[in-house]
């Protein structure tokens, strides 16, 4: 309720949340002061509250959630008292603003397995509150191609997705939506996920949403998401990789390398195959963006005003329409992306 200053510096450092961050160094002598053994914890990689966890956690709800990005971040282990005391101060952790809850899950990805501080969250009911969408993945059976449920795909997904904070939060989501999609196939008599990658994207909107994630952020993370299977087969045509490009745009295609790159090095079998497609994917799509061809709207050779000029229609939802309708021939064959052939494409659009 109030914040009381002391002047003793023992006094001060009781208030710490943990050990390794109750040390204090006199400048003046200078020397050390560790009252509660900080330096010896460090060195064990122990993470232990100061005096009494329970009372540390209740005097700031983010505490639990610090300690679990801790586990992460230093590779310690949570001593079991201060893990104990978790749980039961879950109701001051519920208080704590989804702007501060964010900026934790943003440090944990920094980990080299952030898997660490999510499994501590799971363990302890910290995720139940935050993301309790996530919680139906423990214990969803695969099918034949994973080796893990969806859970600990998801955290092994994490771990393998070397990127920054968002791309890692694409991962942790990624397969958000196959508990819901999940149903057992009478054909093969195993498990489909049918759409899980749709219903993904639209779960993992408000969820981001709700943790004051920006705009920019949610954007990628969605689009990720939702795009984050990738079929690639020797059969594709070079329009089909445009295709994709076009779909996925271009500024998303390294993050959606590293994305799958890591979702198949979860599933923890049969991977040879995938990784190998992946490869392959990467030369066609390298070839593609090296010959420039144009894969939006804004790349064509002609423009609104032309499609206006051209119907004599006013400005309205059809000069789009158009434009998108010559984007797909162009898409089709990079060849149809000459002005004079485009201005008598949309002559011809207007005649039907």
Excluded at 209 to 217: D, G, L, P, T, V
Aim: aromatic residues 6%; charged residues 30%; proline residues 4%.
């Amino acid at each position: 309720d109030a914040v009381v200053f002391v002047d003793d510096i023992t006094a001060d450092l009781a208030r710490r949340d943990f050990t390794i961050n109750a040390i204090a160094i006199d400048p003046l002598t200078p020397a050390l002061i560790d009252p509660f053994e900080g330096q010896k914890d460090l060195a064990a990689r122990m993470l232990r509250a100061v005096g009494n966890p329970i009372e540390r956690f209740s005097e700031d709800g983010l505490r639990v959630l610090r300690a679990a990005r801790f586990a992460a971040t230093l590779e310690c282990t949570i001593e079991p008292k201060t893990l104990a005391g978790i749980e039961p101060t879950l109701s001051t952790y519920r208080k704590v603003s989804a702007e501060r809850i964010r900026d934790e899950w943003v440090k944990a990805m920094k980990a080299r397995r952030p898997s660490i501080a999510f499994e501590v969250m799971r363990q302890t009911g910290i995720l139940a509150i935050t993301l309790p969408e996530m919680m139906s993945q423990v214990g969803c059976e695969q099918n034949r191609y994973h080796a893990y449920d969806v859970w600990d795909h998801s955290m092994a997904c994490l771990d393998a997705c070397a990127g920054d904070p968002p791309l890692r939060i694409a991962a942790l989501l990624h397969d958000i939506g196959k508990p819901k999609t999940r149903e057992r196939s009478e054909k093969t008599n195993d498990f489909t996920f049918y759409n899980h990658d749709i219903v993904g994207a639209d779960m993992a909107g408000p969820i981001l949403e709700r943790m004051r994630f920006s705009n920019e952020e949610r954007a990628r993370i969605t689009s990720l998401v939702r795009n984050h299977l990738v079929c690639y087969s020797d059969d594709w045509s070079d329009s089909a990789v445009r295709r994709w490009i076009r779909r996925v745009t271009r500024d998303r295609v390294e993050d959606l390398y590293a994305l799958n790159r890591a979702d198949v090095l979860g599933k923890g079998r049969e991977i040879d195959a995938d990784l190998s497609a992946l490869e392959k994917l990467k030369v066609r799509v390298a070839a593609v963006l090296e010959a420039k061809d144009a894969l939006s709207v804004r790349e064509l050779c002609v423009d609104g005003k032309d499609v206006i000029r051209e119907l004599q229609i006013p400005p309205s939802r059809r000069i789009g329409e158009v434009l998108e309708g010559l984007l797909e021939k162009v898409v089709e064959d990079p060849h149809l992306n000459e002005r004079e052939t485009l201005l008598f494409l949309i002559r011809q659009m207007g005649k039907g």
